[in-house]
């Protein structure tokens, strides 16, 4: 079946050799290193993650842990602690390392009392259960500790349990640079936590970190640069689209209708291989009558697309977008790609336009395949574009 969610298992196609990669280091004790996924949205980061997880699941001596910053809902460093402690938890628990009847969740609103109870009878070190008790109680906000203090020490929990249990530790935190937004009071914590968070993780032994992030500019801040608290600390890797053939495959494994070589060249003109919108027209593809899918229905389909889905995905980032940065957009969908045509379309200085170029990279909307030539990067925003703004 097509789906707009992330994907493991039969479902998970192509990227076998970065999955290969993946897998191996992550579970070799040897290798200290964990990675960064860098992606735009939509390319499958988190399918990557939770596929890796799912291998490494099956591997003797290593326990995944997966956390997605994105499903954060107050955004605050208790939230986060919480999180960070219940995944460690309930990953240990399932691999039957941590002998806990609850899932974690109902430790985290358990009444203190029974919260006391359940950690003394967890056969672990004295030492561990003090420091399981201690952070939960910090995200309930008793105690004194700052938001670094108490995000390092959630982070801390997986690698002692690691230790504990002699086992390595492999945690994703999908989304990582939305640690940046996190808020305590009102106030951003910006940058001061995540250089916490590096000191601390220095010196684990056990747990290995990797992250990933659809923002490049974010995802600089956090690690690309040599400025960056995390710079060096992964293995990066990006994640592209889609070979043809796997979405060939996709096509072919979820549609009982067939597609005429026209109609595919055209989807594959369309979607570019990014994993959504090919589980998205398939999917819309998949309701239509009749044995085969000629190009007129895919077209069809494709402008009702971004019509109406179109509209959603779109309308937000572009409202958040500057007036001259719209109009930078809205030269290139046209095709113009070199920064003196743009400049000359747009009415601007070249300076201005280089300027924009790189303000609109860092938000991952453009992207420079080539020396001098530049290009908006999802070639579905392109369309849009190119259709609302004429
Ligand atoms: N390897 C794959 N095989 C088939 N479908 C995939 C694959 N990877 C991703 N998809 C599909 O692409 C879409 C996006 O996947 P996913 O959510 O993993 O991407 P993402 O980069 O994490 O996106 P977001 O920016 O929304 O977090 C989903 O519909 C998913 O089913
Ligand atoms: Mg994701």
Same mark, same amino acid.
Request: charged share 35%; no cysteine; aromatic share 6%.
């Given at each position: 079946m097509f789906t707009l969610r992330p994907v493991c298992g039969e479902a998970f196609l192509d990227r076998e050799e970065l999955l290969q990669e993946l897998v191996e280091t992550l579970s070799s004790s040897r290798q200290k290193m964990g990675f960064a996924l860098v992606g735009p949205?939509?390319?499958?980061k988190t399918s990557l993650f939770l596929e890796t997880v799912r291998r490494l699941?099956?591997?003797?001596?290593v326990v995944p842990v997966y956390l997605s910053l994105w499903e954060l809902v107050e955004g605050t460093p208790e939230e986060l602690s919480r999180e960070l402690i219940s995944a460690s938890l309930d990953a240990f628990r399932e691999e039957g390392l941590l002998p806990l009847k609850v899932q974690a969740r109902g430790l985290l609103k358990a009444p203190l009392e029974l919260l006391r109870d359940i950690i003394g009878g967890m056969k672990i070190s004295l030492k561990l259960r003090e420091e399981i008790e201690l952070v939960l109680m910090l995200t309930r906000g008793r105690g004194q500790a700052g938001p670094g203090e108490l995000i390092s020490r959630a982070l801390a929990l997986p690698e002692k349990l690691a230790r504990e249990s002699g086992v390595r530790c492999a945690l994703f935190l999908d989304e990582f640079p939305t640690v940046l937004e996190l808020r305590q009071g009102g106030k951003p914590l910006g940058e001061g936590v995540v250089r916490r968070l590096r000191t601390e993780y220095e010196t684990m032994e056990n747990l290995v970190l990797s992250i990933s992030g659809s923002v490049r500019s974010t995802m600089e801040a956090v690690t690309l640069r040599p400025a960056a608290a995390f710079w060096r600390q992964f293995i990066v890797r990006e994640v592209g689209p889609l070979p043809k053939r796997a979405v060939e495959e996709l096509l072919r494994r979820n549609l009982d209708r067939t597609l005429t070589p026209e109609a595919l060249s055209k989807l594959w003109d369309f979607t570019q291989g990014i994993p959504f919108y090919v589980q998205f027209i398939g999917r819309e593809l998949s309701? +239509?009558?009749?044995r085969t899918i000629t190009e007129a229905e895919v077209e069809k389909t494709l402008a009702e697309f971004l019509n109406e889905e179109g509209e959603v995905m779109f309308q937000e980032q572009w409202q958040r977008l500057s007036a001259k940065e719209r109009k930078i957009l809205q030269v290139m969908s046209h +095709?113009?790609?070199?920064p003196t045509a743009i400049a000359r379309e747009a009415d601007e200085s070249p300076n201005t336009v280089s300027q924009y170029l790189q303000y609109l990279k860092g938000k991952g909307l453009v992207e420079r395949p080539e020396p001098g030539r530049w290009r908006i990067a999802d070639p579905v925003f392109a369309r849009w574009l190119g259709i609302h703004t004429r």
């Open positions: 949205r939509r390319m499958g699941k099956e591997i003797p001596g309701r +239509g009558r009749g +095709g113009y790609a070199a």
